[in-house]
């Protein structure tokens, strides 16, 4: 990919507000992305970016596109996904570091052995290295990522890191499935996890830092309970087969 491929690259925003319909289990989730903004759906955007560009922090976007306005990237499904890019800063330095946050919603009574899964890509043939990680807090409703571009405030546990060393071609160039698993908590704990693009020598002059995107992220707690329709649904289903048994005995 040329570096004007890269320095043009777009996001073309569009889309109507609707979070993805909540699951049978009360705990678990899911976010397609389908929205007019981030916040809508109860996401946090926070850019602890050097020079932090104020229109470059995670956004919604239809496509990404080249500087001839040709769609390279489409959503992994539905008409919409979350994006993020080198114009994270504003900085005219070589030695920009991208620090781009975006905390999902509260979680409540986070457990061992839940899942968080995700789909992300870059554009293909990249030149220029991407990174992110997924951290996780368990600090209750706390939003803090620190101040600067290498703090991560309660956001300490790194559940999992996509090219962790930037890698030219580290980063997956299609849609590709990541899944992480929660482990070592002493029991059941508030909090939320974040996606940090955290990428060195980055912005508009670096070396690296290109373009992610982020589709069909989904939480599935292994101890939810089911709402109320369902615990009617299910004891419904129950009395049919002792019915269906006092029958059979009769």
């Not at 925003?13 to 899911?30: D, E, M, N």
């Not at 991208?98 to 979680?107: A, E, F, K, Q, T």
Request: charged share 10%.
């Amino acid at each position: 990919m040329s570096a004007l491929l890269k320095k043009s690259t777009a996001v073309i925003a569009a889309g109507l507000l609707a979070v993805a319909a909540q699951s049978a289990w009360a705990s678990s989730f899911s976010e397609n992305f389908e929205g007019t903004a981030l916040a809508d759906s109860g996401w946090t955007t926070v850019n602890r970016s050097t020079t932090p560009n104020s229109a470059g922090v995670w956004r919604l976007g239809t496509a990404i596109i080249d500087a001839d306005s040709n769609p390279v990237v489409l959503p992994y499904e539905g008409s919409q996904f979350a994006v993020v890019s080198w114009n994270s800063s504003n900085s005219t330095s070589s030695s920009a570091t991208l620090s781009n946050w975006m905390l999902s919603p509260l979680i409540t009574g986070l457990n061992n052995g839940d899942t968080f899964s995700f789909f992300t890509t870059t554009t293909p043939g990249s030149e220029y290295p991407d990174r992110l990680e997924l951290r996780l807090s368990t600090s209750g409703s706390s939003l803090d990522v620190g101040t600067t571009t290498t703090s991560v405030g309660v956001f300490s546990t790194v559940l999992l890191t996509i090219n962790p060393t930037l890698a030219a071609g580290g980063y997956p160039e299609t849609w590709t499935q990541y899944t992480a698993t929660v482990s070592g908590l002493s029991g059941p704990v508030d909090g939320r996890v974040a996606f940090r693009y955290f990428v060195t020598s980055g912005g508009p002059n670096g070396a690296n830092s290109n373009i992610i995107g982020v589709d069909q992220f989904s939480y599935t707690s292994v101890s939810a309970v089911p709402e109320p329709g369902t615990w009617a649904l299910m004891a419904g289903g129950l009395l049919g087969v002792v019915a269906l048994r006092r029958r059979r005995s009769e």
